[in-house]
Every structure is written in C-alpha cells, then in structure tokens.
C-alpha cells in the first residue's frame, strides 16, 4: 500500500478506530511476507470486499448482491428535486442508508481521507424489487457504503497540511477537480435541514467519545508496538524504493 514507507499500519490502525460505526470494515493483521524464501518485509493480511465477505457478514447470497465503486451510474431518483424538503428525504431513505453513510461520512472526513470521496469508494446493496424495511439489516435493498483503503489518512496524503478543511473537501463544487459527482450526494443531501442536523449530532457525538485523542492514541500505540520487532528489517528491505 501507499503506506508501506511510513508508518505502514494506517489502514489497518483507522478502520480498528471505527470499526464500531454504522457501516463495514476489513478486519487485517500484520505479517512477515517472504516470495520464494525471500524477506518481503510486513504486510497486511486483510478481508476482501466481495461476495463471500457480504455473505458472511450481512447474508447476502450470491446472485443477489450488487457491489459497486466511485462513480457508478446509481438510480438517485431525479436530480432536480428538491432535497431540502422532508418528502424527497424520505424517499431518499428507501434507496440509501442515511444514518451509514453518516457514519461513513463522519469517519473518513475525522481521518482526513483526502484521497477520497472521489476514489476509494466502495458500496452494495441486496438486489431486491423494491425497499424491504422490514428486511435484517443489508437485506432491505437500499445503498450501503463500505469503509475502505484509507491509507493516505492522518496527513498520509502528499503535501497535505493539518489545517486542511476535510469538510470542505468532501463538499467542494467541483469535486477538488475530480469532477462535481464526487461530492454531488453529499452535497444535497446537506440541503435537508434534518440530515444537516443529524450529521452534525452524530459527528460531534463521536468527537466527543470515539475520537478523543486518548482511545484514538491508545489505538495508534497498540499497532506501533504490535509492528515495532520488524520494522526495522522491512525498512532495509524497502530502502531506496521509487
């Protein structure tokens, strides 16, 4: 990964912070690689996002599943409705899960994910002939994200300072010159005074708990140490790499 460099444990270290929010996570672990008897330094052994994965977790079974990324062609409804009214939010709600994208919003703009909203995003859906509410959970047809490669996290992402405005970033016009569709959902979904409000809650709940700096650190120093015996052989390994 794009961090194998540095720290070499952000992705793995991020998704344990929010492994607890309203949407999936990989579960990884560290391990020593070796290629035909040669050192490959410390790698990630990690879940893969696929149908076998939502199977297990969520029980969606195979050719059901619709599992899609960055700008796939969704149904949204019609884009010139109005989101700032209840109804429209309403109907929203049958097509997406709201309080898991708030998550996922909330999660990736914490861990400053610069590489992302227009990259890195991953979401699916059991494939069903309308909303099922009374379906288990990502059984009832509607949009979930799944956290993934968050690995430019926590100024990772070259040339990023720690005052960069992730809010701003995930609700730029123009996508940050990826393109508008990057940041379009979000976006208008901001436009909804309850949706607003309830983003705002959830984020400012978990600043004040999940994301304090003391269960944040202790999970940080939980993977330095776990990773700490053999970092110094996979740097020598790795020394001079373009």
């Known amino acids: 990964g794009n961090d194998e ?4 444990m952000r992705d793995m270290c991020f998704q344990a912070m929010v492994r607890h929010m309203r949407f999936e996570t990989q579960d990884a672990r560290p391990a020593v690689l070796f290629v035909n008897g040669e050192y ?3 790698n990630p052994v990690r879940e893969r996002y696929d149908r076998h994965f939502l199977q297990r ?3 969606i079974l ?3 599943l619709d599992l899609l990324e960055n700008n796939a062609n969704v149904e949204e409804g019609d884009g010139n409705n109005d989101m700032s009214t209840p109804e429209h939010l309403a109907q929203v709600a049958t097509w997406l899960d709201l309080d898991n994208m708030i998550d996922y919003y909330s999660a990736n703009i914490f861990l400053v994910n610069a590489d992302w909203p227009h990259n890195n995003v991953r979401f699916y ?5 309308a909303y099922e509410p009374d379906a288990p959970y990502g059984q009832d047809g509607r949009w979930r994200f799944l956290m993934f490669d968050t690995d430019f996290g926590f100024l990772g ?11 701003g970033w995930a609700t730029a016009q123009n996508g940050n010159g990826n393109g508008e569709w990057a940041t379009r959902l979000f976006r208008t979904l901001l436009q909804n005074t309850a949706f607003r409000d309830a983003f705002i809650n959830r984020h400012a709940d978990m600043l004040n708990t999940a994301y304090l700096p003391g269960r944040t650190g202790a999970i940080i120093n939980g993977f330095r140490d776990l990773l700490a015996p053999d970092m110094e052989e996979h740097f020598r390994r790795w020394r001079g790499r373009p």
């Open 157 to 167: 992402f070259p040339g990023l300072l720690p005052s960069h405005n992730m809010m």
């Open 40 to 42: 490959w330094g410390v």
């Open 57 to 59: 977790r969520v029980g």
């Open 125 to 129: 859906r059991k494939r069903t002939a």
């Open 62 to 64: 195979n050719g059901e």
């Open 5 to 8: 460099r540095w720290a070499n």
